[in-house]
């Protein structure tokens, strides 16, 4: 899903490489509001 060059730019989230992958992945594949994705993922 995620791009080794893309990958340094997510150096220093608080969140694990593959979460932020998985969330623009699910926001993008569903049409999803980012409110709609904060509460898949709580």
Partial sequence: ?????SA???KGHRFP???ISY???AYHR???S???VED???
């Fill in 1 to 5: 899903m995620i791009s080794q060059v």
């Fill in 8 to 10: 340094p730019r997510l």
């Fill in 17 to 19: 490489r593959s979460i």
């Fill in 23 to 25: 969330t623009v992945w």
């Fill in 30 to 32: 569903f049409s999803l």
């Fill in 34 to 36: 980012l409110r709609d």
């Fill in 40 to 42: 898949l993922l709580a």
